[in-house]
C-alpha cells in the first residue's frame, strides 16, 4: 500500500504542472542515460511547394518561346508550369481574383492584373518568383490587358471605356490616353461599355483595335490620336482576333454569331457565320445561340485557318456538356469537356503576331481540369497530362504520408500502376517544356495516400518535392452496385452521399499491407500480388460492436438456450437450438417487427471478383446493424502485418480481427477494457442479474478460406462459440483450462479467440444475439458520456507494471484521455500461426491525459525510435519455386525492431503518449510518468505524430488556433512554435500529416496539396530543390518580308512607342489615377528568394547594387545641383547684360 501512495502523490504533483516536469525519483536515472540531440536550431518552418489544380481557375497565359504556362485563380493566386516537376505556386497578398495574365514573352516577367484593380510585375527568373512593381488604380476598374510582343508598353482597358498605357519598365502610367467618348461616333448619345479588347493591327504597330461591350470596334490611329474606322453590330461583343496579314478581323458575339470584317468596310460584316445555329430554309436568321465567349483565329502556310471557339451552342441542347469547337476549312470538330470552359488558348510555332501562326495544340483550362488538345493529328486526341492534376478526380477525404519508404516500392507501385493507363493520347510530347529541374538533394523516397469520396485510394511518389501518381485502386468495386430501390436504400445507408468514401486508411509499407475504413462502417484488407487473379468468393466477416443493450434482450434467468449464458466450460449438452447451416448468403435482415437486425450498410458482391495486379482483397469486414440500430462510423484503425492483425474503434468499442485466420478475436465496448477499475461513474442502465464469469468472453468466427460464403458469418461465430465451450472435442476443454485468470483482474475482462474444430454445428441463425458488445456485462452508459476509441498502436512492450519480458502489446488511446493495454498471446510463426489460437488479454490502464488520445509511440532505453513489427513482403500468389520461398518467407520469424525478451528490468523503455492538450513520457516497466508537458490550454492539438529527425526523434503538433510545434523526446521541451496557419476549414484537420526527417502536408484547397517542412536542413536546401521556370533561349528570327513588300512597302511597318508615349511628348498623367507601389522584395526580388551559401552571395550581391543604386542617384543628384548652378548662373549673367547700361532712374 505505501509504494502505492507515494506513486499516487507524485502522479498528482505533476499533474499539477503545466510545463515538462521530471519526477525526481523515478525520472532522473532515466534522463541521465539520454542526451538529448535535436535543438531549436534545428527547426525551421516554411511552405516547400504546392501540387495539384489551380482551385477556382479565373485566367490564363502561355511563353511560347520559354513554353511556360501560367493560371490566376479567384484567391488571388498564380500557379506557374514548365516541363513535367517544374511547378510554382505564388500569391498576391490581396487574395483579389486574377483577371488577366500577360507574359513579357522571353523576358523571364509576368503581368497580372486583378480584380481589385492592381497591376503588378512578377520576376521569373529567380526560384521563387516575386513582385518587381505594382500599380493600384484608383478612379477606374480594369477589364483587359493587352501587351504586344516585344514592347515594353502595356495597354489596359477599363470599365468606363478608357485606355490606359503603362511602362512596363519603371511601372509609370502614360500621359497618353485614349478616352472612349473620342474613340466612338460623335453622334452616338450612349456609352460604348467596357473595353472586352484591345490588340495592335498585326502589320501596323500604329493602329490599335478597341473592343467595346455593347458592340462596337474601333481602329485607333496611335499617332494621329483619332479613330480610322468603326465597326457597328447590334449584339454585344465577348472577343476579337485578327488575321495574320491584319487586313480582316473576327468578332465573337452574344447571339452565337461570328463576323468577319475587313478594315476598310466599315458598313456590315464581310462574312456572319453562326457555328452552332439551325440555317432556316427562307433565308431568315438562324436561331440565336449561346454567347461564343472566345475566338482565336489561326492560319496555315499550307492548309486552311483555324477557328477555334467557345461555347455558341444552340439553346436546344438542353444538358448538353462544355464544348470547344473546332472549325478548319469544311469541317467542324465539337469538343465536349467534363467541366465549363474558363479559357483557352492556341499555342503556335511563332511568337510574331504576323507571320502564318501554324496552331499545333490548345490548351484549354476548365474549372476543375487542364486539357491540351492535338490539332495536327485527325480526331483532335488530347495530351496525356503529366501534372500531378487528378487530385480531386473525386473529392479528397483522407490522406497518409511516408517519407522514407523502403525503396523497391515506389517501383512496384508504378509497375502494376502503368497497367491502368487510358489509351488514345496523343503520341507527341508534352507540349509546356520549359524551366529545368532544381537538384534534388532528398534521395529518400516519399509517399502520399489519399483516400476519396467514390473509395478511391491513390498512391503518389511525392519524392523530392515531385509529385506523380502511381497507382490506383478502387475499394467500391468489392460491392454490389446501389440500385434505385427504396427498401433496399432504407437497410443499407447510414450516409446520404457517398457510401464508399474512406475515412481511415492504414498501411504497412515493409510488408505492403493495406487497410481501409469506410464511412459505411466496414473495412477492407488488401495484400499486393504482381500477378492477377479470380477471386471466386469475397472473404466477409460481419460484427455486431453495439454499445447500448435493452433489458428486453436480455436472456431468461437460468436459460440455457441464450449465448449469454453460456455453459461453463465442461458442460456435457449442446443448445437445443441447433440446426444445419443456412443457405442464405447474408445474416438476417428486418424482423417481424420491422426491425432491421443483423443487416450490413453494404452488400458485398456475390459473383468472382477479376483483381488485376496491384492491391487485392484480403478480407472484409463489415458492421451490422443491431436490432434497428446502425453501426457507428470507425474512428480510428491499425494494421500490424507481424501479427496478422487488424484492430478498429468507435463510440461503441472496439474489435480486433485476425486476418490469417478470417476470424474476430475481440468486440467489446470500451468501458469493458477498463473492468472493475473504471474510473469514470457511469449508471449502468441494463444490469444482468444472472452472468456467467464467461461473460465477458469475445466473440469468435471461423471464416477460412474454405468456408462457404453462403453460410452466415453470424451463425458460423455462434458455432464457434458454443462447440468450444461445450467441449466439442477435447481441444477446446484443454485450452479452456490453459486459461487461469490473473488473480487482479475479474472474470468479465478475459477476452481470447480459438480456431475452433471443424465441423461444428452452427445455432440457429435467428439467435444470433451473442456477438452483441458485452458492454451491458459491465454497465451501460448514456450516449452523452460515451467514451470513443481514439487511437491504437502495437508494439513489443511491457504489458503488465513490473514485467521482466516483453510481449506484443497493443495500446489503445480513448476520447477519455485513457490509455488501456491489450497483451497478445501469438503462436509461432508458420503453419501453426494459421492453427494455433490468438489469445488477446487486457492488462489495465497505462495514463490518463486531458483531452482525446492522439498519437503513441515507444522509445528504447536510449531514446531510440521503436517502429512497431512487421513482416516483409512476399509475393502472395506464387507458385512453384516462388512458393517455396513465400513458405519460408512465412516461416520466418517477423523483423521485430524492440528489445530481445530476456532484457531485465532496469533496461526500461519510454511509452510516449500525445493527446489533444499535454503529451507525457511514462517509463516502463516502472509505467512512472518522468516528463509531462502541457501543449495548450486554450486550444486543441488536431494531429500529432513522433517523428524522426535525421539526429533524433521528436514530437510533431498542428493545434486548431494555428500553430506548428514541436517538442524533444523524452524531455518533451519545446523546440519551435510557430503561428502558421489558424483552422479555417474542417478539411485541413482531416488532412494535416506530419513524417519522418521534417516533411508535413495538407490539403489547402479542395484541389491542391500543400507540403510544408519544419526541418532548417531542408529549408536550406530548398532553393537549389526548387526548379527553374526561367531558361535563356534565343527569340526566334522575326519573319522575312520578301523582296517586293520590302521594295514596294507591303510589310509590317514598325512604331516608336517610346517617343509617342514617353514624358517628353505624351507629358505626365494625372497623380490621383495610380499609385505605384515598389515590390515588397527589394532590389529584383532576391532578399526573400536566396537562402544559405547563395543567401550570402545575394545580400552581398544586394548591398552592391544598392550602394551602386545610391551612388547613382547621389551622382544624379549632384549633376542636377551643377545644371541648377550653371542656369542661375546663366540667368544672372542675363539679368547683368541687361541692366549694365541701364540708368538707376530707368528701374
Known amino acids: 500500500m505505501k509504494k502505492f501512495n507515494i506513486r499516487k502523490v507524485l502522479d498528482g504533483l505533476k499533474e499539477q504542472a503545466s510545463s515538462s516536469v521530471s519526477s525526481g525519483q523515478s525520472g532522473a536515472p532515466e534522463n541521465n542515460l539520454m542526451h538529448e540531440t535535436l535543438q531549436s536550431e534545428n527547426f525551421q518552418l516554411c511552405k516547400t511547394v504546392r501540387h495539384g489544380f489551380p482551385y477556382q481557375p479565373s485566367s490564363m497565359a502561355h511563353d511560347p518561346v520559354q513554353k511556360i504556362l501560367a493560371i490566376g485563380t479567384q484567391s488571388g493566386a498564380l500557379r506557374l508550369f514548365g516541363r513535367p516537376g517544374v511547378e510554382c505556386y505564388c500569391q498576391h497578398e490581396s487574395g483579389a481574383a486574377v483577371i488577366s495574365l500577360q507574359f513579357l514573352i522571353n523576358e523571364g516577367a509576368l503581368v497580372s492584373a486583378l480584380a481589385d484593380d492592381s497591376v503588378h510585375l512578377w520576376n521569373l527568373r529567380q526560384r521563387r518568383p516575386a513582385i518587381l512593381h505594382s500599380l493600384k488604380f484608383n478612379r477606374e476598374r480594369i477589364t483587359f490587358v493587352h501587351l504586344p510582343f516585344q514592347s515594353k508598353w502595356l495597354y489596359i482597358g477599363t470599365e468606363k471605356g478608357n485606355i490606359h498605357i503603362v511602362n512596363v519598365e519603371s511601372f509609370t502610367?502614360?500621359?497618353?490616353?485614349?478616352?472612349?467618348?473620342?474613340?466612338?461616333?460623335?453622334?452616338?448619345?450612349?456609352?460604348?461599355?467596357?473595353?472586352?479588347?484591345?490588340s495592335d493591327n498585326p502589320m501596323d504597330e500604329g493602329k490599335l483595335i478597341i473592343g467595346y461591350e455593347a458592340g462596337i470596334v474601333v481602329l485607333w490611329d496611335l499617332k494621329s490620336k483619332k479613330a480610322d474606322y468603326r465597326y457597328t453590330y447590334d449584339e454585344a461583343i465577348h472577343s476579337v482576333a485578327w488575321h495574320h496579314e491584319g487586313k480582316q478581323f473576327i468578332c465573337s458575339h452574344s447571339d452565337g454569331t461570328l463576323t468577319i470584317w475587313n478594315i476598310k468596310g466599315q458598313g456590315k460584316p464581310f462574312q456572319t457565320i453562326t457555328p452552332h445555329g439551325k440555317q432556316p430554309k427562307d433565308g431568315k436568321k438562324p436561331e440565336p445561340c449561346k454567347p461564343i465567349l472566345k475566338v482565336e483565329y489561326k492560319t496555315t502556310r499550307l492548309g486552311d485557318p483555324f477557328m477555334i471557339l467557345s461555347g455558341g451552342l444552340s439553346y436546344d441542347t438542353v444538358g448538353r456538356r462544355p464544348c470547344l469547337t473546332v472549325m478548319h476549312g469544311k469541317s467542324t470538330a465539337v469538343l465536349e469537356m467534363d467541366y465549363p470552359i474558363v479559357d483557352f488558348l492556341t499555342l503556335c510555332e511563332t511568337p510574331y503576331s504576323n507571320d502564318f501562326q501554324e496552331p499545333y495544340a490548345v490548351v484549354v483550362l476548365l474549372e476543375k481540369d487542364l486539357v491540351v488538345i492535338d490539332l495536327a493529328q485527325n480526331g483532335y486526341p488530347i495530351f496525356e497530362n503529366p501534372y500531378p492534376l487528378t487530385i480531386h478526380e473525386s473529392p479528397v477525404t483522407c490522406c497518409e504520408y511516408f517519407a522514407d519508404c523502403p525503396v523497391d516500392l515506389i517501383p512496384a507501385l508504378y509497375s502494376v500502376g502503368s497497367r491502368q493507363k487510358r489509351q488514345g493520347y496523343s503520341k507527341k510530347e508534352w507540349p509546356i517544356s520549359g524551366g529545368n529541374w532544381g537538384l534534388g538533394t532528398q534521395s529518400y523516397p516519399e509517399i502520399i495516400i489519399t483516400g476519396h469520396a467514390d473509395g478511391t485510394v491513390k498512391f503518389w511518389d511525392a519524392s523530392a518535392i515531385m509529385l506523380q501518381v502511381l497507382y490506383k485502386l478502387k475499394t467500391a468495386k468489392v460491392f454490389e452496385k446501389s440500385r434505385n430501390n427504396k427498401e433496399d436504400k432504407q437497410n443499407t445507408e447510414i450516409v446520404?452521399?457517398?457510401?464508399?468514401?474512406?475515412?481511415?486508411?492504414?498501411?504497412?509499407?515493409?510488408?505492403?499491407?493495406?487497410?481501409?475504413?469506410?464511412?459505411?462502417?466496414?473495412?477492407?484488407?488488401?495484400?499486393?500480388?504482381?500477378q492477377e487473379i479470380t477471386t471466386e468468393v469475397v472473404q466477409l466477416l460481419e460484427v455486431r460492436l453495439q454499445y447500448e443493450v435493452n433489458d428486453m434482450e436480455s436472456p431468461p434467468e437460468g436459460g440455457g438456450g441464450g449465448d449469454r449464458d453460456l455453459p461453463t466450460p465442461g458442460a456435457a449438452s449442446p443448445s437445443p437450438q441447433t440446426t444445419g447451416p443456412p443457405t442464405h448468403p447474408s445474416t438476417s435482415s428486418n424482423s417481424s417487427d420491422g426491425v432491421r437486425d443483423n443487416v450490413p450498410c453494404l452488400k458485398v458482391r456475390s459473383t468472382p471478383l477479376k483483381q488485376s495486379s496491384g492491391y487485392q482483397v484480403e478480407l472484409v469486414v463489415q458492421l451490422v446493424w443491431v436490432s434497428g440500430e446502425p453501426p457507428q462510423q470507425i474512428t480510428s484503425l491499425a494494421l500490424n502485418s507481424s501479427y496478422g492483425l487488424i484492430v478498429f474503434g468507435n463510440s461503441n468499442g472496439l474489435a480486433v480481427v485476425d486476418y490469417l485466420q478470417r476470424t474476430v478475436l475481440l468486440n467489446l465496448g470500451t468501458v469493458e477494457l477498463y473492468g472493475s477499475n473504471d474510473p469514470y461513474q457511469r449508471q449502468a442502465r441494463s444490469p444482468r442479474k444472472a452472468r456467467q464469469p464467461a461473460g465477458g468472453l469475445c466473440d469468435i468466427n471461423e471464416g477460412s478460406a474454405s468456408e462457404d460464403r453462403c453460410k452466415s458469418p453470424t451463425s458460423v461465430l455462434a458455432s464457434n462459440h458454443q462447440q468450444f465451450y461445450n467441449g466439442g472435442g477435447g481441444r477446446g476443454a484443454k485450452m479452456s483450462r490453459k486459461l487461469s485468470l490473473p488473480t487482479e483482474l475479474k472474470?468479465?475482462?478475459?477476452?481470447?479467440?480459438?480456431?475452433p474444430p471443424r465441423g461444428a454445428n452452427p445455432l440457429d441463425p435467428r439467435d444470433s444475439s451473442f456477438s452483441r458488445s458485452r458492454s451491458s456485462s459491465v454497465t451501460s452508459i448514456d450516449k452523452e458520456a460515451r467514451e470513443a476509441i481514439t487511437s491504437f498502436h502495437f508494439c513489443e512492450t511491457f504489458a503488465r507494471k513490473g514485467d521482466s519480458a516483453i510481449?506484443?502489446?497493443?495500446?489503445?488511446?480513448?476520447?477519455?484521455?485513457?490509455?488501456?493495454?491489450?497483451?497478445?498471446?501469438?503462436?509461432?510463426?508458420?503453419?501453426?500461426?494459421?492453427?494455433?489460437?490468438?489469445?488477446v488479454l487486457p492488462s489495465g490502464t497505462l495514463a490518463r491525459l486531458k483531452g482525446s488520445i492522439l498519437r503513441m509511440a515507444f522509445l528504447d532505453n536510449t531514446g531510440t525510435f521503436l517502429p512497431p513489427a512487421f513482416e516483409t513482403w512476399y509475393e502472395p500468389n506464387a507458385a512453384g519455386a516462388d512458393s517455396e520461398e513465400r513458405d519460408k518467407a512465412r516461416k520466418r520469424r517477423p523483423v521485430s525492431v524492440s528489445p530481445s525478451t530476456s532484457q531485465e528490468l532496469q533496461e526500461s523503455q519510454y511509452a510516449v503518449v500525445c493527446s489533444e492538450k499535454q503529451a507525457k513520457v511514462i517509463a516502463l516497466p516502472s509505467q512512472n510518468c518522468i516528463f509531462k508537458h502541457s501543449i495548450t490550454e486554450t486550444s486543441f492539438v488536431l494531429r500529432a505524430d513522433v517523428v524522426q529527425m535525421n539526429i533524433g526523434n521528436c514530437v510533431a503538433c498542428f493545434c486548431a488556433n494555428g500553430h506548428i510545434m514541436t517538442l524533444s523526446l523524452p524531455g518533451l521541451r519545446p523546440l519551435l512554435d510557430v503561428n502558421y496557419l489558424p483552422l479555417t476549414d474542417m478539411r485541413i484537420a482531416r488532412t494535416f500529416c506530419f513524417t519522418n526527417l521534417g516533411q508535413a502536408m495538407y490539403l489547402t484547397s479542395p484541389t491542391e496539396i500543400q507540403r510544408i517542412t519544419?526541418?532548417?536542413?531542408?529549408?536550406?536546401?530548398?532553393?537549389?530543390?526548387?526548379?527553374?521556370?526561367?531558361?535563356?533561349?534565343?527569340?526566334?528570327?522575326?519573319?522575312?518580308?520578301?523582296?517586293?513588300?520590302?521594295?514596294?512597302?507591303?510589310?509590317?511597318?514598325?512604331?516608336?512607342?517610346?517617343?509617342?508615349?514617353?514624358?517628353?511628348?505624351?507629358?505626365k498623367a494625372s497623380r490621383g489615377l495610380a499609385q505605384h507601389i515598389p515590390g515588397p522584395q527589394g532590389l529584383e526580388g532576391m532578399k526573400g528568394a536566396a537562402s544559405g551559401v547563395v543567401a550570402d552571395l545575394a545580400r552581398a550581391r544586394i548591398a552592391l547594387d544598392e550602394r551602386g543604386q545610391k551612388l547613382g542617384e547621389l551622382d544624379e543628384r549632384t549633376a542636377a545641383m551643377l545644371a541648377s548652378a550653371d542656369s542661375f548662373g546663366k540667368h544672372a549673367h542675363d539679368m547683368m547684360l541687361k541692366c549694365k547700361d541701364k540708368k538707376w532712374y530707368q528701374f
Open 173 to 198: 502610367l502614360s500621359g497618353y490616353v485614349i478616352m472612349w467618348n473620342k474613340a466612338i461616333e460623335l453622334s452616338s448619345k450612349a456609352h460604348p461599355g467596357p473595353v472586352v479588347h484591345i
Open 496 to 530: 446520404d452521399e457517398d457510401p464508399f468514401a474512406i475515412q481511415i486508411m492504414a498501411w504497412c509499407p515493409e510488408s505492403r499491407m493495406l487497410c481501409v475504413a469506410g464511412v459505411s462502417a466496414n473495412l477492407i484488407i488488401y495484400r499486393f500480388s504482381k
Open 747 to 755: 472474470p468479465d475482462l478475459v477476452l481470447l479467440s480459438v480456431c
Open 807 to 839: 510481449t506484443p502489446c497493443l495500446y489503445v488511446g480513448t476520447s477519455l484521455g485513457t490509455v488501456l493495454a491489450v497483451a497478445l498471446n501469438l503462436p509461432p510463426a508458420g503453419e501453426q500461426r494459421l492453427l494455433q489460437p490468438v489469445i
Open 1014 to 1067: 519544419y526541418s532548417q536542413e531542408t529549408c536550406e536546401n530548398l532553393q537549389e530543390m526548387l526548379g527553374e521556370l526561367f531558361t535563356p533561349v534565343e527569340t526566334p528570327e522575326a519573319p522575312n518580308r520578301g523582296f517586293f513588300k520590302g521594295l514596294f512597302g507591303g510589310g509590317a511597318t514598325s512604331l516608336d512607342r517610346e517617343e509617342l508615349f514617353g514624358e517628353t511628348q505624351a507629358g
